[in-house]
């Protein structure tokens, strides 16, 4: 069964620090991405990575980074959080070509910013 | 820029009834459209594609270029049809981005 695993379910953070989220895939996908998910707003894509140590922007960058050192995992950085960051947040993974548009998810990371 | 657009944040329906959740897009070019599901505490899921012309849990989706419309049908609504379901596009010249639209809450009413 193919699984993308997100470190943490709930996160409660106080303003200002600096988190990390953590996603972890093991189908050897090259693409992931992480997404942000609000009520009425749907999914934004906060960014996208398509190989190690590759990234794009999404819709909505500012206030975090990313890292992706391995394959396998994709971290997602908060650098100074801040209230409007308080959110589910989503990993998913892809392969390029005709797969690239079947993502699979994780369980999403509610984080709370205090 | 594309954009996916779900005009109805909620659509509640009887059992047995017809449901149509509509999806509209702009992308200049040949998009792929997708739907997706996220049923109670589990997690987002694809639910169908317009490539493969498929039927999947009594749903259909027909692309429609004309109308840039991707509306997601099911002539018969179950209790367990009730779900969040999320419209997306991926352009065919940009690599594997997906884009999605702000989601529609599917409630079917006993």
């Known amino acids: 069964d193919v699984k993308v695993t997100q470190s943490s379910r709930y996160l409660v953070k106080r303003t200002g620090e600096k988190v990390f989220l953590e996603c972890v895939q093991d189908?050897?996908?090259?693409?992931m991405f992480w997404y942000r998910q609000d009520p009425g707003l749907g999914l934004r894509l906060i960014y996208f990575?398509?190989?190690?140590?590759?990234?794009e922007k999404g819709d909505i960058p500012e206030g975090y980074s990313v890292s992706r050192e391995k394959k396998e995992r994709f971290s997602l950085i908060l650098e100074s959080a801040s209230t409007n960051q308080t959110s589910m947040y989503l990993c998913?993974?892809?392969?390029?070509?005709?797969?690239?548009?079947?993502?699979?998810f994780g369980q999403g990371t509610r984080l709370t910013v205090v | 820029a594309q954009r996916v657009t779900q005009p109805e944040k909620l659509l509640s329906v009887f059992k047995g009834a017809p449901v149509e959740l509509k999806c509209n897009y702009s992308y200049s070019g040949s998009p792929e459209l997708f739907w997706y599901v996220q049923y109670s505490r589990q997690r987002l899921q694809l639910l169908l594609r317009?490539?493969s012309r498929e039927s999947i849990k009594g749903f259909t989706a027909d692309l429609n270029k004309g109308e840039t419309s991707f509306h997601l049908k099911k002539p018969f609504a179950q209790e367990e049809d009730s779900a969040m379901y999320y419209c997306?596009?991926?352009?065919?010249?940009?690599?594997?981005?997906?884009?999605f639209g702000g989601g529609t809450r599917l409630m079917v009413k006993p």
């Open positions: 317009h490539i």
């Open positions: 189908m050897d996908h090259e693409n």
């Open positions: 997306a596009l991926r352009p065919n010249n940009a690599g594997n981005m997906l884009t």
């Open positions: 998913a993974s892809s392969s390029p070509g005709t797969g690239g548009g079947k993502a699979f």
């Open positions: 990575s398509y190989d190690v140590k590759m990234k």
